[in-house]
């Protein structure tokens, strides 16, 4: 039994006439303990899928079966389920935390709402959270507004946790920390997952933070995955020109000073709106190496290796990248 | 040579993760230390005190507490004020003095009243219709503008005029009116406040609306209700004390500011003391609980 | 080489609530010199962005100047007033800010921001019929517009004719950045102090930014303060860098000798803090940035520090030099074999 599997999601908003299409034609599934990494920029989808995920949002086409129930269709019930199954660790520590509640409440939410235990047992586990994210019992009775941003997300994934869920989505953790912090966050999320072994999904920009703690990896650009497999493969040989594009826009300590134009990989221009998808292939209008069939034609995904996939006409995959 | 031991036994302050990073300072230390820099806000402050003193211990207080009530002494009728009344008397001998500092309680609760009334019923109206949006706050926020469209004085004199002056009546009226003031402010803010992240973490946990609504959005609107409280003490003590001077709110011989004022007319310009005292009392009440709300109203937006 | 911009010693701080002196900057001292790049680099709380905001005059009315010099060619910055300072900034220096869309007025075409940038630079009071004058003026009006044009079209915006007119809503975060260099630029600065320009941006874009304003340095000559909690793009950028943590300076030296070998262990920490794409491991350092009245006599990061011996507690390291042009201010550091 996999503990998620998506089948062809799109999620459009916005007006039949003019729609906004967040999601097209997503695929992914989830094993027991897996941790899935998904990597996007922004118009990649990515919150979007995350919403679906969570419960928040319907899908406009495809299948949601979330620990072999089907929630597709998102009945108060369905949501119930899912908010019992699969919980996040937001990306903003500041304000994922209501300044106005103590840590001791905020963390015992899910379980007060989901109807969890006794007041005693919950005043229990959620002085055992509070050890297992490394923050001191005295913490308890602290508003979010006294403690750091580490501290805070520390307090964001002892709430997810609360319930036990299944699968853990963590939208960009780190990011707003500090570079020490954010090292320190990451350790405790990997230890954490390795003792706990609940399915993950993690959604990261940070190709650094995706190599740690992620096992397979999925790109996502404007609505679609462009490129999946493990992590050894992805980060040994990449296939799509836009997973190409991301790591040679990484900036490495010891990189040589770089001078316009040098690096043939990278991806020019902007972003498209996802109001506005170019035809064929998206990414054509960015890619270094578009050609005829890429402007009229959608890719579909081939197998450039065993497990790694790749939307692409013209896949070249790219070693020596990292 | 340097020492090497290693230094795992230097004090802590704050460097290690255990330790908060800041420690809670009690928001009425903040609160003074704030306010205290500004000098009207002060001067509000301890008018606001003053009156709140006066509203519970006034007949304590009260040189001739027998004078707020029904008393005569003819005798002592219409006097200027002296070392004895230092307001003066009134028309039936009354310590005006006396009947003034009585009269902050009746303005006090007339406030305290209507506005835990307007409260209750408002900031609720305004929350589910921000929270729950749809048809639902469509006719809640529509009911709202209805009451807002009516001017509040003249709303407020026709339902005393319908049910008969009293105290009770004047209560009600302006509680009616004045609620439309909070459902719209709670509605506004409600209405950024469920864009916070920390409410949909909240629905993410299984949280219900009704959950989510009173203590997620509820606690972070207090700031806000909270300034607005102290601003329209004033204006209602001013609308209760309307009510009084043109005979629909408090009846005689309750000593209300807005009947002593009215009362005060018929004897103007010789005795002057029976209508500016009780005025001068509305004027410094309402600037008092102005200045207040203003000093607060900095406050907390500078907290934010 | 001669500095251009020489910050010496620097100490910057304020009276709180409670009336206690709390110092944000604690003796900084750095220079530039014409043409070069530094990097200005370390996590929230270091007093990067305290630094820049000295240097332009921009300092909230809180934050005094205690001791400490700020020289520019021969002035002392700290004393200029502001009418002085008006002149130099968009001259002498200008700013690069960090959020494009928030430094942009929404109500403002992109040329009419332009517009009053080159038409006033350097002008602290302009009355109203100097206001009007060059509105009023059709050639000067075309001439202004012409520069504005040319200006976007030097940070590689596209069709910069049209783009001239549009309003900061119609353009993309990268696009605005770009608008924000281009304004940087159009006064010929001296020195450009660049805060953090990518971190509101998505990594490809950013990528392209930082490539850009490297590009229209390098032509142009200019100096670049560029600050970051990034060491990757303080790698890729800067000739040399200034490692920053709790209001000082505690390592210094050309860029890739001090990332290869770094000589103070906040330096080496952070090195090893980054987590890589490559398979080496990371490992985040322990604590907090220390409450600033608490520091006392010693060195900010001994709490944190897996080096720190009771001398650190008793005093500030001075900033020593280690060889190979870096300096370190640590007690240890000639002694540390420290592994990034």
Redesign the interface.
């Known amino acids: 039994m996999s503990v998620l599997d998506l089948t062809h999601i799109s999620r459009n908003f916005g007006t039949a006439s003019r729609p906004v299409r967040a999601l097209r034609d997503v695929s992914l599934r989830i094993e027991k303990g897996e941790r899935l990494g998904i990597v996007g920029e922004s118009g990649s989808g990515k919150t979007t899928l995350a919403r679906i995920v969570?419960?928040?949002t319907r899908t406009s086409a495809g299948t949601v079966s979330l620990l072999d129930r089907d929630v597709t269709a998102h009945s108060a019930a369905d949501r119930?389920f899912i908010?019992?199954a699969?919980?996040?660790v937001?990306?903003?520590p500041m304000?994922?935390?209501?300044?106005?509640?103590r840590i001791r409440d905020i963390i015992a939410?899910?379980l007060r709402?989901?109807g969890v235990g006794t007041a005693a047992t919950r005043a229990s586990r959620v002085r055992d959270l509070l050890d297992s994210v490394?923050?001191?019992q005295?913490?308890l009775n602290?508003?979010p507004?006294?403690?750091?941003g580490?501290?805070r997300q520390r307090v964001?994934i002892a709430?997810a946790l609360?319930?036990e869920p299944q699968l853990l989505l963590l939208d960009e953790p780190t990011a707003s920390l500090d570079v020490s912090v954010q090292a320190?966050v990451l350790e405790l999320l990997v230890g954490l997952q390795q003792r706990l072994g609940i399915a993950q999904v993690m959604i990261s920009h940070n190709l650094g933070v995706i190599r740690h703690a992620a096992d397979r990896v999925a790109v996502m650009y404007l609505g679609q995955i462009v490129e999946t497999g493990t992590t050894a493969q992805l980060y040994a040989s990449p296939a799509h020109p836009y997973t190409q594009a991301l790591f040679s826009a990484i900036p490495r300590v010891g990189d040589k000073k770089r001078t316009l134009g040098e690096d043939h990989t990278l991806a020019r221009g902007e972003v498209a709106s996802a109001l506005n998808i170019p035809d064929g292939c998206p990414f054509h209008p960015r890619c270094p190496r578009a050609s005829d069939i890429c402007r009229s034609a959608e890719p579909k995904q081939v197998e450039v290796s065993p497990g790694q996939f790749a939307r692409c006409h013209l896949v070249e995959p790219m070693a020596g990248l990292v | 040579m340097?020492?090497?031991?290693?230094?795992r036994d230097?004090p802590?302050?704050?460097?290690?993760?255990?330790?908060?990073?800041?420690?809670?300072v009690p928001a009425w230390r903040?609160a003074v230390?704030?306010l205290g820099k500004s000098p009207l806000s002060m001067v509000g402050l301890g008018i606001v005190l003053l009156i709140i003193v006066l509203a519970i211990f006034g007949p304590w207080i009260a040189p001739f507490p027998d004078d707020a009530g029904a008393t005569v002494n003819f005798a002592e009728r219409l006097q200027p004020p002296s070392w004895k009344h230092w307001f003066g008397t009134d028309i039936v001998g009354r310590d005006v003095l006396s009947r003034v500092i009585v009269g902050a309680r009746i303005s006090m609760m007339i406030a305290a009243f209507v506005i835990v009334l307007a409260v209750l019923i408002g900031v609720p109206i305004g929350i589910i219709a921000a929270y729950w949006g749809g048809w639902l706050g469509n006719v809640l926020m529509r009911i709202n503008e209805v009451f807002l469209a009516i001017p509040s004085l003249v709303f407020v004199l026709a339902v005393a005029a319908l049910l008969g002056p009293s105290l009770p009546v004047v209560i009600a009226a302006i509680a009616l009116a004045w609620w439309t003031w909070f459902a719209r402010l709670a509605y506004g803010e409600a209405l950024h406040i469920k864009e916070?992240?920390?409410v949909?973490?909240?629905?993410?946990?299984?949280?219900?609306g009704l959950?989510i609504a009173f203590?997620?959005i509820l606690?972070?609107l207090?700031s806000v209700l909270v300034v607005k409280i102290t601003l329209d003490i004033g204006y209602v003590i001013l609308l209760g004390a309307a009510l009084g001077f043109l005979g629909l709110g408090v009846q005689p011989p309750d000593p209300e500011w807005g009947i002593m004022v009215a009362e005060g007319r018929d004897q103007l310009p010789n005795a002057w003391w029976l209508t500016t005292f009780p005025g001068l009392a509305i004027f410094v009440t309402v600037i008092g609980f102005n200045l207040l709300g203003d000093g607060l109203n900095d406050l907390l937006g500078a907290r934010q | 080489m001669s500095s251009l911009l020489a910050v010496d010693n620097l100490e910057i701080g304020y009276r709180d609530?409670d009336g206690v002196d709390v110092t944000l900057l604690r003796g900084i001292s750095l220079s530039v010199a014409r043409g070069e790049i530094i990097a200005l680099v370390g996590e929230s709380g270091c007093g990067k962005s305290v630094t820049a905001k000295a240097i332009l005059g921009v300092l909230p009315d809180n934050l005094k100047a205690r001791r400490g010099t700020i020289r520019y060619e021969d002035r002392n910055l700290l004393e200029l007033d502001e009418a002085a300072y008006q002149a130099m900034r968009g001259r002498a220096f200008t700013l690069v800010p960090q959020h494009p869309l928030s430094s942009l007025n929404p109500v403002f075409t992109v040329g009419e921001q332009f517009f009053d940038l080159i038409a006033f630079q350097g002008r602290t009071h302009v009355g109203i019929i100097d206001y009007w004058r060059p509105r009023l003026s059709a050639t000067r009006r075309r001439a202004i517009r012409t520069r504005t044009i040319d200006a976007l079209r030097e940070v590689s915006l596209p069709s910069p004719e049209e783009l001239v007119d549009r309003y900061p809503l119609q353009l993309s975060g990268g696009q605005s950045q770009r608008v924000l260099i281009a304004m940087a630029l159009v006064g010929d600065p001296q020195i450009v102090i660049a805060d953090e320009p990518g971190t509101a941006l998505d990594v490809t874009i950013e990528a392209q930014i930082n490539d850009l304003l490297l590009e229209r340095v390098q032509a142009r000559q200019t100096s670049m303060i560029y600050i970051t909690h990034d060491l990757g793009i303080a790698s890729q950028l800067a000739d040399r860098v200034y490692v920053m943590y709790a209001g000082r300076v505690v390592e210094e030296g050309p860029t890739a000798t001090v990332f290869a070998t770094p000589r103070h262990p906040y330096t080496a920490g952070l090195l090893r803090a980054v987590p890589k794409v490559t398979d080496e491991s990371f490992e985040g350092i322990?604590?907090?940035l220390?409450?600033p009245k608490?520091?006392g006599q010693g060195c900010a990061f001994?709490?944190?520090c897996p080096f720190?011996?009771?001398?650190?507690?008793e005093s500030v390291p001075p900033l020593s030099d280690v060889g190979d042009g870096c300096r370190a201010a640590c007690?240890?550091a000639t002694?540390l074999e420290l592994v990034a």
Do not use: Y
């Open positions: 969570l419960g928040l119930r908010h019992g699969v919980q996040m937001f990306q903003d304000s994922s935390l209501n300044p106005r509640k939410l899910p709402a989901q490394g923050l001191p005295r913490f602290a508003r507004g006294q403690l750091s580490g501290q964001g709430r609360a319930i320190r | 340097t020492d090497d031991i290693p230094a230097l802590i302050a704050g460097g290690v993760e255990d330790g908060p990073v800041s420690v809670e903040i230390a704030t916070e992240q920390f949909e973490a909240a629905q993410v946990s299984g949280a219900g959950r203590t997620e606690p972070n207090t | 609530t322990p604590g907090t220390p409450d608490a520091i001994r709490w944190r720190a011996i009771n001398a650190c507690a007690v240890r002694e």
